[in-house]
DNA sequence: TAGATTGTTAATCGATTAACAATC
DNA sequence: TAGATTGTTAATCGATTAACAATC
C-alpha cells in the first residue's frame, strides 16, 4: 500500500473525533474573524471547550496540518477540515413537517452558513401547503420523491410527530435518501446502508435533570 | 458496607447509561399504552433501538427488576427509570431568548409531558416583551433572577443567538441555576459545579454529511 | 422438571489522557 | 542554539458485547 496524496486522511476516523471536527471548525471560524492567522493546540482547544491533547489526537487523524514549535494556520487547517467533514460540498436537504420546530429549522441559518441548502418543505397537511416560510413555499408531501430526484437531495429532515416519523422515513428511503436527521422521539426502523441520526430535546433535559437530582440529593436511592 | 435498600442504585451510573434510560422509559411507556404488561429484555431492546446485552446491563446498574424466565413488568420497570433519573418530580425550567427556536422549545410538548414546566420566558429584546406564546407572556431578561428564587428554577434553557450566549449563562449561574441546557453555537465558559449540555441543530447536519460524502466517493481524502 | 430469560462475568473494543521525542 | 509546540506513544479508562451460570 502507497502513501496518500498531500497529507490525506488515512482510512477512517474515529466516530468520537468525527463529532468534533464542526466544532473546532466553528472554533476556527470565530479565529479568523477575530484576525488570527495563527494558534497553538493550546488556544484552538480552548476555543472549542477541549483539552489541548485531544485535539492534537483527534487532528493526527486528518494529516499533520501544523508546524512543531509555531502552531496552526488559521486558514488552512479550517480549509482542510472544511473539506475533510464536506463543508466544501453543496448539500440539498428537504425538510419534512413544518410545525413549530420545523418552522424552526428553515429559518435557521446554520444550515445555510455550512452549505447546506434547503430546496423543499413538506407536509402532509393540506392546510399548511402553499403557507411561505423562510421564503420557501411548503409542498405536499407527496412530493417528495420527485424533489430529491430533482435536486439530488442526499439528506432529509424529520420534524414530523413521532406518529408520522416511520412513514416519513419509509418515503425518504424509497426517494433515495441516505442520510436522514431525525427530530421525531421515535426509533426508525431503515435499511442499514440507511444512517439516521436523532435529536432529541427533551432526553437532553432528562439528562440534566438526573444530575440535577444527584447533586440536589432528592434522588430515592439513598442507602437506609 | 450493608446492603442499599429495596433494590436502590449503587453509587453511580455510567454516563452512556444515563444517557439512555430516557429513551427505555419512552419505549415503555408506548409498550404501556399498547397494553403490554410484560416484557422481556429482547422485546424492549427492540423498542428502544439497542441490543437487548446492552440494555440489561445499563439495567443492572439501577438494580434487578426483572424476573429469571418472565421478563420485566412494565410498569413496575417504568416506575423505577422514573424515580432514578428525576421524571416523578417537577423541574421548573425558564427559556431565554424567545426567537424562532425559543417558539418551538416553549409549544414543545416533550417538555411539560415529563415533568418539565416552563414557569417562564425570557427576552432581551423589548420589541418581543409582553408577546404571548404558548399561552405565556414574554418577560424581559432582567426578572430572571427574580423568577429564579421565586420559582426554584434549577434548569434554564439558552436558546439566544451565540452572542449573548455567554451573558445569558453567566446570568444564569449568578441567579443559582447550576443545570443549562444550551441551544446556542458557542462553548460557555460556567463554574465546574454548573452543568452544561449542548445541543447543536447544525453539527448533527454536518456529521450526516460526513458520512454521506464517504458514502458518495466524494471525498477529497482518496489515494493518488 | 424443562424451558425461558435475567443478571453478571470476562473479553474486546474504542476513547481519553499524559508524557515526551521529534522538529520547527 | 534555545525555546516552543507538534504528532505520537503508551497507559488508562470507560463502553460494548457475547456467553453463560443463576434462577424463575
Redesign the pocket.
Known sequence: MSKLSGGAAASRI????VARLPVYLRALNSLADAGTTT??????AGAAG?????L??D??HLG?????????DVEYLRYQIAREIGQTHDWPVVIVGIGNLGHALANYSGFSSRGFRTVALLDADPARTGQVVAGTEIRPFGDLAGIVSEHGVAIGVIAAPASAAQDVADAMVAAGIRSILNFAPAVLAVPEEVDVRKVDLSIELQILAYHEQRKSGLDGAEAI
Chains 1, 2 share one sequence.
Not at 477541549?50 to 485531544?54: C, D, E, G, L, T
Open positions: 474515529p466516530e468520537a473525533t494558534c497553538s493546540s493550546e488556544h484552538l477541549v483539552n489541548s491533547a485531544k492534537r489526537k487532528l493526527s499533520s496540518y501544523g508546524t512543531r514549535g509555531v502552531g496552526y
